[in-house]
């Protein structure tokens, strides 16, 4: 029987913790899970017949597939997931979560966990206020967040209202 259905999904390259990244994610984020854990059938380059090879969960609805490939590859910020929140208090729990799980801040909302996959975690009212279409609140708002790490909802909401 199939584990998978067709369709696209993202592949994240973890040396030997997809198991325990995909956990933490579904301790964190709604909508997500761990779908299923595979097993490798034999020894392989960098792991043994009974490893664990890959970790089929979702992030926030996403497909993903956590594959246990080695140290050959690193996570880069060329890939992130962006986490949309609704408040400081949704963006306060997801940030520190990722951080203090052994992460570390990086600027204008982006940070990244303890295996290097990196996570934008973004009010609402930042996206909102950088697609309202009024130039000058774009770019009080962007010359806000460019101070930041974590944003600040409130100092979001202070350069929109200018």
């Not at 994240?12 to 964190?28: M, T």
Request: glycine share 8%.
């Amino acid at each position: 029987m199939a584990t998978t259905a067709p369709g696209a999904k993202i592949c994240l390259w973890y040396d030997r913790e997809a198991e325990e990244a995909a956990n933490f994610y579904a301790s964190v984020f709604p909508d997500t899970r761990v779908q299923s854990i595979q097993r490798a059938p034999a020894d392989y380059p960098s792991g043994k017949a009974g490893d664990v090879l890959v970790v089929e969960f979702t992030v926030l609805g996403i497909d993903c597939i956590g594959l246990n490939g080695g140290p050959a590859f690193r996570q880069t910020e060329a890939f992130s997931f962006q986490v949309g929140t609704r408040d400081q208090a949704e963006t306060d729990r997801y940030w520190n979560a990722i951080v203090d799980h052994g992460g570390q801040e990086s600027a204008c909302g982006w940070c990244k966990d303890k295996w290097g996959v990196s996570w934008q975690i973004t009010p609402l009212v930042l996206t909102d206020a950088m697609a309202s279409g009024d130039p000058a609140v774009a770019k009080r708002v962007f010359e806000a967040m460019m101070t930041m790490r974590k944003i600040d909802v409130a100092a979001i909401e202070k350069a929109r209202r200018g």
